[in-house]
Structure formats: structure tokens, C-alpha cells
């Protein structure tokens, strides 16, 4: 067993060392962006006040609009370059709400914790209505409530069973967990999985229209609906739409579940409740708008037509502060900015940053600057296939490359909480695989040492990825992300690490420097054409 480790060891050196020595790694330059981002750090600064001035940036919302103003601000304070903010198409109108609260009235008066689904109407002051609890899962069960709703507030849905966890919350990566990403698992068809997701889609969207509508036209005071997590969290997302012209519903709150299912057991008891609901909510526009993604530059020099790009989402749901979901990936991005300007880096290619705008309705910002700027998929002429999202859309014919789409390098993108870097997912780009070790090789010290073939997704450099372009995301520790924070109103300030984001912060700064210094084009994998 000695003997085989002792060899397993040299065989990784010696790769690495083979990696190191074809990837040149300006270690002077990687040295002053490490001396800056882990002692001169303004990292926690930005994030400070992306979560505890601005706060949650729910997209076209006022607090999003001052994201905008302010990142904008500091990138022109930095001496960046081309500091603009660039609309996409009209993705509705804004939304944003200031109070909320729901209480059991009666016999014993008790105040229950729920806040309202983004993009649902307010109740225009309290309204008291007796409980009644409705499910609706299919079309044909909206016909057994008319008649019955008006005047009412509705409990959606039943009881859930609390589960008690089986590990700790917060989680870090140790070398088995590490080792367990090395695994590439080959993917299914990807045609029987777009016709199931497309069927799923269809289904909730006209469900979903249905009932706002429905609830509306009954007269329903408020609905409320558990939470997706236990432990008194709420986690909450979107309800009612977006869109002009389109139902909004009632207004909708997530309750803790500790709260929502003895509402249950005690309607079931056939106790006959009364709540009153006060959500203070509004639209800020009365018709469609564009959203905003903010960009800005550091400048290359002989090759300056050629990009490369980090990235992440700026707006966040509406009950915490967008914290770990992202404004721990727009303070690192900037960070990274800040600290290449100040170690008075001068790269040979442009290295462009952009905070993203409605990743959270799906990747709709960076999709669409992708398409303005790279490449895009022609338009379906079939009207239900434009009504999906673009990654549920049939082919519809050649990718269509733009002008820069050949000056493109590598896009880098966070988005997986403010836990610390452990390394970068390949996307099956086996190429990149070498170079990544060694750029990362320096952050060894630091916990940063692996790299997996496997993809990973989600997030926005999909957007890149879909039409043949380098992007990556990087491996973190997980902390309480998904068992805390995610979507929730806990997703604030105190859940962050700051060294984690430190470290992070070098490390992005690093791989774009050395990305903008390359002599060669930063490989691409084959394009699988729709």
C-alpha cells in the first residue's frame, strides 16, 4: 500500500509539474494579488453594503436600481473603463414590499410568522377572513371551491412531516468529498429530458395562471402556503407575475411550517379560525421594463479586441438580503477588479466584468447579453415554443456566431453562496483541465486544489456554455447555503465567511490575469449543436 501510494504521489506530481511547466504562471503578479486580497481587502466593505445598505435586489425593483448606480459608482472610482449599464428586453414590471404580518384572532390571539411571495398584490390593510384550507393540483379541483372562497383566507396545500436532519447545517468539503466529485456521471438523452421538463413546465405555467385568476374572480382575501424548509425558515420565491396584462392573484405569504401545519390539524379538528392579513406590497411600474445588467473594463493592450470575462448575479429574492444568493459573488467579482487595478495589472486582453440582472428567473440577463454580443439560436416561429425558456426550446436551427464570438476567451462566474474556493468544474472541457491546475497551484496553501470534469449548472455560465463558449463555476464549500439560506429570509450577512471571501477574491483575480496573458486561445470543447 506504501509503495502504491508513494507512486500514486509522483504520478501526480509529475503531472502537475508537466501542467505547471506548458501553463506559464506569472508567480510575481499572482504573489501581489494574494499580498492585496489578503491584506488589503475591501471584499467585505462592498459586501456590507450590497446586504445591509441596499439589501434585497429583487430585479427591476428600486433597491436593484441603486445596485446598479452604486456598483456602477465604485468600478468609475477604481479607474475601470466603460462603465455602463446595458438593458435587456422588457422583463416586467418591479416590485417591492415593506411589512407584512398575519395573526390568529379569537380565543387565543397569536402572531404567525409568513412573508409574501415576490410580485403578488398587498392587501391595501388588514383584512379578516375565516381560514379554509384549499388544494389545488390539477385544473379539475378548481371546480369543487366555487362559490366557497369569497370573503375567505386560504391555507394552500397540507401538513408536512418535520424530518429531522441527519448531519450539521454548515458543511465543508474534506478530501473524501472532494474525491467523491472526481466521478462523472454520463447524462441522459437530452431529448427524453427536455420533453419531460417541457410537459412539467407547461403544466405549472397554466396551473399557476389558472388559480391567480380563479382566486381572484372568487373573492379570496390571501392565500398562504408552508414554507419549503423546517426550522422556521421561510423560503420564499415568486407568486402572481411579473408581466403586465397578466393576473397577479391574490395576495400569497409562506408560513413556517411550525406555523402552517397546526393551522392544518386544528382546521382538520374542524376548530373554526380567523386570521387577519396586512401585506404593505406594490408595483412599481405600471407597465413592462427592461432589466439592467452593469458592466465595466480594465482595458488590454496588444490584445485588446479579445475578452474575458467574471461575473456574477446582482440581483437576489426579497425576504433577506441577497447575501450568500449573490452579493457574495458580486463583492468577490469587484474585489477582483479592485485588486487587479491595484496591483497595476496590464493584461494583453480586456478583462470585462459584469453583475447580471434576473438570474433568478432564469438566466434571462446573461442569456440575453450573450445573444447580443456572441451568439445565439434563431428565434422559434412557433408560439408556444418562444413562450418556454431557452433552455427548454426545441432546435431551431444553426447557432448563429456574431463578431466577437471568435475574441472570446473564458468566462468565470460565482454563484454558490460565500463559501471558500476548493477548486473549479471543468464542464467537460478537458482541455482546460491542465491549465486550471496550475493556475490554481499557487492557492494550494489555501485550500484551492481540485479539478473535476463534471458540469455543473444553474447559474449563468450556462449562458456562455449553451452556445460553445468557455464558462466555468467554481467548487466551494457549501456551508449552511443549502440548508439555511437559500432563497430564504435568513440569507443575510452573518451566514458569510469573510477569509472565504478573501480568498476567493485572489483566486478569480488570478485566473483572469493569467486568462488576459495567455499566448494561446483559452481552449474550447466541441460545440454540440441543437
Excluded at 94 to 121: C, D, I, N, Y
Aim: net charge negative.
Amino acid at each position: 500500500m506504501i509503495k502504491r501510494g508513494l507512486l500514486a504521489l509522483c504520478m501526480g506530481l509529475a503531472v502537475g509539474t508537466t501542467a505547471q511547466a506548458a501553463e506559464q504562471v506569472d508567480l510575481d503578479m499572482v504573489s501581489k494579488i494574494r499580498q492585496e486580497a489578503f491584506h488589503r481587502s475591501q471584499v467585505m466593505d462592498t459586501f456590507s453594503h450590497l446586504t445591509e445598505t441596499i439589501g434585497p435586489r429583487l430585479t427591476n425593483s428600486p433597491a436593484m436600481a441603486q445596485a446598479n448606480a452604486w456598483t456602477r459608482s465604485r468600478f468609475n472610482d477604481w479607474g475601470l473603463v466603460n462603465v455602463h449599464d446595458e438593458a435587456f428586453e422588457d422583463f416586467g414590471r418591479g416590485w417591492e414590499f415593506t411589512s407584512a404580518s398575519v395573526e390568529m384572532l379569537g380565543q387565543r390571539v397569536q402572531p404567525l410568522h409568513a412573508l409574501p411571495k415576490a410580485w403578488t398584490p398587498g392587501t391595501n390593510g388588514p383584512v379578516e377572513g375565516e381560514l379554509i384550507q384549499v388544494d389545488i393540483k390539477k385544473l379539475a379541483d378548481l371546480e369543487q371551491y366555487k362559490g366557497k372562497l369569497r370573503g375567505k383566507i386560504l391555507l394552500l396545500g397540507d401538513a408536512r412531516e418535520y424530518k429531522r436532519g441527519t448531519e450539521s447545517d454548515s458543511h465543508r468539503h474534506d478530501a473524501t468529498s472532494l474525491e467523491g466529485l472526481q466521478a462523472f456521471t454520463i447524462p441522459k438523452t437530452a431529448e427524453e429530458d427536455r420533453a419531460k421538463r417541457v410537459k412539467e413546465y407547461n403544466e405549472r405555467q397554466e396551473l399557476g395562471k389558472a388559480v391567480n385568476a380563479f382566486f381572484v374572480e372568487e373573492g379570496a382575501l390571501a392565500a398562504i402556503s408552508i414554507s419549503g424548509w423546517d426550522n422556521g425558515i421561510i423560503r420564499v420565491a415568486g407568486g402572481g407575475s411579473r408581466r403586465a396584462g397578466e393576473s397577479v392573484g391574490i395576495p400569497e405569504l409562506a408560513m413556517i411550517a411550525e406555523h402552517f401545519n397546526p393551522l392544518v390539524r386544528a382546521l382538520k379538528d374542524k376548530q373554526s379560525l380567523k386570521l387577519r392579513v396586512d401585506v404593505q406590497a406594490r408595483f412599481t411600474d405600471d407597465s413592462n421594463q427592461p432589466g439592467h445588467n452593469t458592466l465595466a473594463e480594465i482595458r488590454g493592450s496588444s490584445k485588446a479586441d479579445e475578452i474575458v470575462m467574471l461575473g456574477a448575479h446582482m440581483d437576489s429574492w426579497h425576504t433577506g438580503t441577497g447575501a450568500a444568493d449573490n452579493a457574495a459573488g458580486v463583492a468577490v467579482m469587484m474585489e477582483a477588479m479592485r485588486i487587479l487595478k491595484a496591483v497595476g495589472a496590464k493584461p494583453k486582453r480586456t478583462i470585462r466584468v459584469a453583475l447580471w440582472s434576473g438570474e433568478e428567473q432564469g438566466l434571462i440577463g446573461s442569456q440575453a447579453y450573450v445573444a447580443q454580443h456572441f451568439a445565439r439560436y434563431p428565434e422559434p416561429t412557433d408560439a408556444a415554443q418562444k413562450a418556454l425558456p431557452a433552455s427548454l426550446r426545441e432546435p431551431t436551427g444553426a447557432l448563429q456566431k456574431l463578431r466577437d464570438y471568435d475574441k472570446f476567451q473564458v468566462y468565470f462566474n460565482m454563484d454558490n453562496g460565500s463559501g471558500r474556493f476548493r477548486g473549479i468544474y471543468a464542464q467537460e472541457n478537458m482541455a482546460a483541465m491542465p491549465i486550471f491546475e496550475a493556475w490554481l497551484k499557487p492557492f494550494n496553501d489555501v485550500g484551492a486544489t481540485t479539478v473535476v470534469s463534471r458540469n455543473t449548472g444553474s447559474t449563468d455560465h450556462i449562458s456562455y456554455d449553451r452556445v460553445g463558449l468557455p464558462g466555468f463555476q467554481f467548487v466551494q464549500d457549501r456551508l449552511d447555503y443549502f440548508s439555511n439560506v437559500h432563497h430564504s429570509h435568513l440569507d443575510t450577512w452573518d451566514h458569510a465567511e469573510a477569509e472565504d471571501l478573501k480568498q476567493a477574491a485572489a483566486i478569480v483575480a488570478s485566473f483572469v490575469y493569467n486568462a488576459a496573458m495567455r499566448e494561446e486561445r483559452f481552449p474550447r470543447k466541441p460545440l454540440l449543436e441543437k
